[in-house]
């Protein structure tokens, strides 16, 4: 390391045949923090810093990485506490500090419950925000089957299978699934599903109690709905109060007014059986009746499971 000049400030202006290593000169003299050095062969010019030659223009993280065996132990910024610090550059170190990594997220919509009896065709709307991954593959399944390869990272999906009760499994309300999967190649696999169900209708109103039977009961109003209690107002006129529901659901266990009185003794419970909007399918259902005519204007009922 050639001595060429010292400054006023005791630093060296020195020349070397390529990149500085070396904090003495040639006279053995050790070389003070923010001396300067030129590369004779290469142009470039070298400030010490740290005992570190860095060349003057470029960014720090070329000379020296960041790695420690203990984790952190406070969080700053995007970096987390209990972090092992294993950098390749100083630089690297403020990304993660400054740019922490935003994971991506995944939605498929949505879920739904339809009339047993019918056949149905699922369209669904798929979505990927990327953020700061990078998405290798998208696909869709149905229970677990492949069912298609998706090529952009947001849109609609039609199903390919005709979805119904008979080829679903048996259960209360014969549910298939839809997955949606995602794989990264900087970040780990994500999943989104829905379902579609099956169930059979429920009923209620108010009848004569000579019309209390399956033709009668399915001109009441009708809801497609999971296992859940019942509210609902009714106007009776010198007739009963009408609740009908697939067996499968179980017994009520409370009626309640609407002033709250328990009126379950009340009511009768009979099992009945319909046929669905197949025209082929039959479901038992309990049809709960009140036990007299009555005249009432909106009265309330609530009944439990």
């Known amino acids: 390391m050639q001595h060429v000049r010292s400054s006023i400030k005791g630093v060296f202006i020195l020349q070397h045949e390529g990149v500085p290593t070396s904090t003495t000169t040639d006279f053995d003299e050790t070389i003070i923090e923010g001396s300067l050095c030129v590369d004779n062969l290469n142009g470039n010019l070298y400030i010490l810093k740290n005992s570190i030659w860095i060349k003057v223009g470029s960014d720090i ?70 953020n700061d991954a990078i998405v290798d593959t998208k696909t869709i399944k149905l229970n677990n089957v492949l069912e298609a390869t998706l090529t952009n990272n947001s849109g609609s999906y039609t199903g390919q299978t005709v979805l119904s009760f008979s080829n679903a499994p048996v259960s209360m309300y014969y549910t298939q699934t839809y997955t949606f999967t995602v794989t990264y190649t900087n970040y780990t696999q994500q999943t989104s599903n829905i379902s579609v169900s099956f169930v059979a209708p429920s009923y209620y109103g108010v009848l004569a109690s000579g019309n209390i039977n399956e033709t009668g009961i399915k001109t009441l109003t009708k809801t497609i709905n999971t296992k859940q209690n019942l509210s609902a107002s009714f106007s009776p ?33 009979t099992v009945m059986n319909f046929v669905l909007i197949d025209g082929i399918t039959t479901e038992s259902y309990n049809v709960y009746s009140s036990n007299v005519d009555t005249t009432q204007t909106g009265f309330g009922l609530t009944f439990k499971f």
Not at 72 to 96: M, Y
Not at 110 to 126: A, F, Q, V
Not at 246 to 257: A, E, M, N, V
């Open 237 to 269: 006129n010198n007739q009963r109060y009408i609740y009908a529901y697939p067996t499968i659901f179980g017994d009520i266990t409370q009626i309640l007014d609407q002033n709250n009185f328990n009126i379950t003794a009340g009511f009768s419970k």
């Open 61 to 130: 993280a070329v000379v020296s990485d960041y790695v420690r065996t203990q984790p952190t132990k406070t969080s700053v910024g995007g970096l987390i506490a209990g972090t092992t610090p294993n950098f390749s550059s100083i630089q690297a170190v403020f990304d993660a500090m400054l740019y922490p990594f935003t994971p991506p997220t995944i939605s498929l919509s949505s879920s739904s419950l339809h009339e047993k009896g019918l056949d149905i065709t699922k369209t669904m709307n798929y979505n990927i925000n990327v």
